[in-house]
């Protein structure tokens, strides 16, 4: 089973990290020439294909890692073949753009928390072999129609809201003359905390987060003063906005 890399960009690279750790040997991946090829070749000890023809031709998996309006163009003409899948990482292109003849098309959104073994990763429509390497790179989620893969894309973005919100806020610990380093730790695994025990334990959300807002303290007080802000607001705003992008409905 060799796995091909067609782009090898910062995606690419993540993807290709944590295949490693997770015991992928590098004689069962290969890159497209272009990008960061050469360098995670030198790194790795991955083969080069000399084109994209050639890459296809060798490989049973093909991982399209390239920018979205380069997505369609990249796949045209080469020879792909039934039983093979190509599993296109591309956010907001859609299957039907994707011509990849006999080969099955799956599309998939990982983190770059794969190169830790920790992506979260919805992928559509379900295939054995796409979910066992999505699985390599952490929690795989076959979803059930492609709408619902469009809408649980935004995640990808809210992925890096959530390192925003942990960067602003161990910032501004640092700010207070707390160590800068100790605070980044801190807060960080407090945001991996937060999510653990959500996605660990089957209460309701609501009851959850109840338990932990006393009435008068200070866990209230900050959700009144954000709330004031209209963080609600603001934040279901952004999350309609990248909808919009990834289902061609804005360009904004
Ligand atoms: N970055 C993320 O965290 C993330 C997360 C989820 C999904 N994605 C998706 O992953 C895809 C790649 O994103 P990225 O951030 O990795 O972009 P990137 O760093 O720009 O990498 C894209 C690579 O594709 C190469 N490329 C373009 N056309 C090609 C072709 N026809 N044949 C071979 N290589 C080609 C580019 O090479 P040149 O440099 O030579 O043009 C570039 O190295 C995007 O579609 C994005 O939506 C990204």
């Known amino acids: ?4 890399f067609l782009g090898v960009g910062h995606l690419a690279a993540a993807l290709i990290a944590g295949l490693k750790r997770a015991g992928v040997s590098p004689q069962a991946m290969l890159l497209s020439p272009r990008g960061r090829s050469a360098e ?3 790194r790795y000890g991955i083969d080069i294909a000399a084109s994209s023809k050639a890459l296809v031709a ?8 390239v920018r979205p309006h380069d997505a369609a163009q990249a796949v045209a003409g ?3 073949r039934a039983g ?3 599993i296109s990482v591309c956010a907001g292109v859609a299957l039907a753009e994707l011509a990849s003849g006999p080969a099955k098309v799956v599309r998939a959104m990982p983190l770059t928390a794969a190169e830790i073994n920790a992506s979260p990763t919805v992928f559509f429509p379900d295939d054995g072999a796409a979910r066992q390497l999505l699985e390599r790179l952490g929690p795989a989620f076959a979803l059930r129609s492609e709408r619902e893969f469009e809408v649980a894309t935004v995640n990808a973005a809210i992925y890096g809201w959530a390192q925003s919100l942990i960067a602003q806020s161990a910032e501004w610990c640092a ?3 707390t160590d800068a380093a100790t605070m980044r730790q801190l807060v960080a695994q407090t945001f991996v905390a937060a999510g653990r025990l959500i996605a660990e334990k089957n209460d309701p959300m609501e009851h959850m987060l109840s338990e932990l807002v006393t009435p008068g303290g200070i866990t209230e007080l900050g959700l009144s003063v954000l709330d004031a802000a209209d963080q609600r607001r603001a ?6 906005a990248v909808l919009d992008r990834l289902t061609g409905r804005s360009s904004a």
Do not use: N
């Open 40 to 42: 995670l070749s030198g």
């Open 78 to 80: 080469l020879p792909f």
């Open 1 to 4: 089973m060799i796995i091909g």
């Open 58 to 65: 060798r490989c049973d998996i093909i991982v399209l890692a």
């Open 84 to 86: 093979q899948v190509l």
């Open 235 to 240: 934040w279901q705003c952004a999350c309609e």
């Open 175 to 177: 700010t207070k003359g």
